[in-house]
T-cell receptor, first 114, second 112 residues
Framework: GAGVSQTPSNKVTEKGKYVELRCDPISGHTALYWYRQSLGQGPEFLIY????????DSGLPNDRFFAVRPEGSVSTLKIQRTERGDSAVYLC????????????FGQGTRLTVV | GQQLNQSPQSMFIQEGEDVSMNCTSSSIFNTWLWYKQDPGEGPVLLIALYKAGELTSNGRLTAQFGITRKDSFLNISASIPSDVGIYFC????????????FGGGTRLMVKP
């Protein structure tokens, strides 16, 4: 596609529920990133994929968070047993490849845990 | 972990004025990026810098990669109302893979 697409744009869920957030990167981009942005702060790194594999997942806060990219294109961020502190905007970005650090961001998914 | 200190946190200026903001780091970066974020949107890449001392322009925007590799600044000349938004610096270092470390942002408000 023309840009990075994220769905849904907004998600409200109850504490304890499971959620999935989807990212469709720019066509042809092999590197994909997930970031989390809390209100009034800059984005914080969660995980980076090169192709199908998670090359760096050091930013995932705990084992309730997991992400996949089974075919090297679309990625899904999965959060189990959501907590109110998980409320944030989850941003996805892609870049041409692992050597290119110019990352292009989607519009984000605003997750609210009530 | 790595931290980027971005200043000022906010600016309220008159249309037509020039704007300057900067980022400093406690560690070395080999790439600096500047992004602008509008409400409800993701960050949009403005300028990318790859070499110490590099000075790059994009229209009314000019950014520089500090020679110590620990800082960068962004200038906006002759500001206009559509420059309103939050500007973020981001750095990437060799020992942190491909992850970007972001500053806290500078909120720019422009009075017509």
């Amino acid at each position: 596609g023309a840009g990075v697409s994220q769905t849904p744009s907004n998600k409200v869920t109850e504490k304890g529920k499971y959620v999935e957030l989807r990212c469709d990167p720019i066509s042809g981009h092999t590197a994909l990133y997930w970031y989390r942005q809390s209100l009034g702060q800059g984005p914080e790194f969660l995980i980076y994929f090169q192709g199908t594999g998670a090359a760096d997942d050091s930013g995932l806060p705990n084992d309730r968070f997991f992400a996949v990219r089974p075919e090297g294109s679309v990625s899904t961020l999965k959060i189990q047993r959501t907590e109110r502190g998980d409320s944030a905007v989850y941003l996805c970005a892609s870049s041409l490849d692992s050597w290119n650090t110019e990352a292009f961001f989607g519009q984000g998914t605003r997750l609210t845990v009530v | 972990g790595q931290q980027l200190n971005q200043s000022p946190q906010s600016m309220f200026i008159q249309e037509g004025e020039d704007v300057s903001m900067n980022c400093t780091s406690s560690s070395i970066f080999n790439t600096w990026l500047w992004y602008k974020q509008d409400p409800g949107e993701g960050p949009v890449l403005l300028i990318a810098l790859y070499k110490a001392g590099e000075l790059t322009s994009n229209g009314r925007l000019t950014a520089q990669f500090g020679i110590t590799r620990k800082d960068s600044f962004l200038n906006i000349s002759a500001s206009i109302p559509s420059d309103v938004g939050i500007y973020f610096c981001a750095g990437q270092s060799l020992n942190a893979g491909n992850m970007l470390t972001f500053g806290g942002g500078t909120r720019l408000m422009v009075k017509p």
